[in-house]
């Protein structure tokens, strides 16, 4: 039988997280639920910030210089190193194809999965419709930009990088007339009053969106069992489906796609799933009931099939 570690304040386990504001917010988070789900002392848990390779990147796009891995790298490295005991991820972030030295362990319960407009002090847009002709929303995400210029042609999407804060300064200061960012980041910094929630039928959001993950090293039974108590199995379940379908699609971080799983009142998991070209011209969308691990790549193997020439050869299955 598998004996659960306990760790004490002299002896802590080490939780690795990005330095950015957010991240240490959601690794608090993470940190909290092992605490109550365990009884531990708070100080049983010691969180050790790193600055990621992603986030001194603000000049140029990810997908142009590595992709989500810039967001994993060095903790990555330390887990592997043993440096750290597992690592707190915002799973929307991470690669959908993971390093077999690692497992994720864990979900937290999914938070708002939406995404919010955001317009300067005094703007008085809500939606993606009511911003002028020709306005600027600004973005890094490749399905973001598909998804507005999609609804809206005439819209500029001028890259706009940087964490949360960063980008609001940014666009106080006269960058972009608006962009896009996620409700449950925003919520995490308690900051859920700026901007409005597009609806998930207008903006379907990004695969794995609004959840946080924690791995550790998977030959790591007994850590593996201590993280598990804090799994949320619905969050679970629903992820894991949107990553199935990025998986079997072939997409990169260039790729532009959402995919959102919600479960429904009669018990079924939905799977929704769009796929565009870079400009959103051209799309296609789709959506299956989730019964079995295979249903999610059936999905986006049925897309690629209906797919318009533009959007197939974003994807490389």
Not at 165 to 179: H, N, P, S
Request: glycine letters at 6%; hydrophobic letters at 50%.
């Amino acid at each position: 039988m598998t004996s659960i570690p306990h760790p004490t304040p002299a002896s802590p386990l080490r939780i690795g997280t990005r330095a950015s504001p957010l991240a240490m917010a959601q690794a608090n988070l993470a940190a909290a639920a092992l605490v109550a789900a365990h009884g531990l002392d708070p100080r049983a848990l010691e969180i050790l910030p790193m600055t990621a390779t992603g986030d001194k990147i603000q000049d140029r796009a990810l997908a142009e210089v590595g992709g989500k891995a810039l967001w994993t790298r060095e903790l990555d490295i330390a887990l592997d190193a043993k440096v750290i005991d597992m690592a707190v991820h915002s799973l929307k972030d991470v690669e959908t194809l993971r390093d077999e030295r690692f497992f994720l362990a864990a979900m937290l319960e999914r938070a708002d999965p939406r995404d919010r407009m955001v317009v300067p002090d005094g703007g008085t847009a809500r939606t993606i419709a009511d911003l002028p002709h020709g306005a600027r929303l600004g973005t890094s995400s490749p399905r973001r930009a598909a998804q507005v210029r999609r609804i809206r042609p005439d819209l500029e999407t001028p890259l706009l990088r940087g964490n949360v804060a960063t980008r609001l300064a940014k666009l106080a200061a006269g960058d972009a007339d608006a962009t896009l960012l996620a409700a449950a980041g925003l919520a995490r910094l308690g900051m859920d009053a700026i901007g409005t929630a597009q609806p998930i039928d207008l903006l379907l959001p990004a695969a794995s969106q609004g959840a946080i993950g924690i791995e550790c090293r998977a030959e790591d039974a007994p850590l593996r069992a201590l993280i598990a108590a804090v799994d949320h199995a619905p969050t679970h379940a629903a992820v894991a489906a949107e990553r199935a379908f990025l998986a079997a699609l072939g997409g990169d971080c260039r790729s532009p796609v959402a995919a959102h799983a919600r479960w429904l009142d009669d018990g079924a998991l939905r799977l929704d799933a769009e796929i565009y070209s870079e400009d959103g011209a051209d799309h296609v969308a789709g959506w299956t009931q989730v019964a079995g691990p295979a249903d999610a790549a059936t999905l986006a193997r049925r897309l690629l099939d209906e797919a318009p020439d533009a959007v197939r050869r974003l994807f490389a299955a």
